[in-house]
């Protein structure tokens, strides 16, 4: 079982930019390696949206097609964190993020795959 918290939302102009952090802590038996992770989204009135996952070795990541070149996901397997940098940011980018972890079970992730421990959220609110 893991526990994650995000940190690092909050109000930024069109344009600007903001680094999204997910702390993990893990059962005694268990390492935050042993997981995949991702990033989502849900914005105001609408369903929740994958955003990009990583692999449990960081080697492998994808990205939801509207963020690619402005979104970069990371990991430090060490620290148990993860990080979602997002740069020129828009307006349609204003939701509340959550990161998840899902077991991992081979060297990749899955942006829409099922994720079985989740975060409470950050806000993320981008102005014009």
């Known amino acids: 079982q893991v526990q994650v918290m995000e940190s690092g939302g909050g109000l930024v102009q069109a344009g600007g930019s903001l680094r999204l952090s997910c702390t993990a802590s893990?059962?005694?038996?268990?390492?935050?390696?042993?997981?995949?992770m991702g990033w989502f989204r849900q914005p105001p009135g609408k369903e929740r949206e994958g955003v990009s996952c990583?692999?449990?070795?960081?080697?492998?990541?994808y990205y939801k097609d509207s963020v690619k070149g402005r979104f970069t996901i990371s990991r430090d397997n060490d620290k148990n964190i993860l990080y979602l940098q997002m740069n020129s940011l828009k307006p349609e980018d204003t939701a509340m993020y959550y990161c998840?972890?899902?077991?991992?079970?081979?060297?990749?992730?899955?942006?829409?795959?099922?994720?079985?421990?989740w975060g409470q959220g950050t806000q993320v609110t981008v102005s014009s």
């Open positions: 893990t059962a005694s038996s268990l390492n935050f390696d042993d997981y995949a």
């Open positions: 990583i692999s449990w070795s960081g080697e492998r990541s």
């Open positions: 998840a972890a899902a077991p991992s079970n081979g060297a990749g992730c899955e942006i829409d795959g099922d994720y079985d421990y």
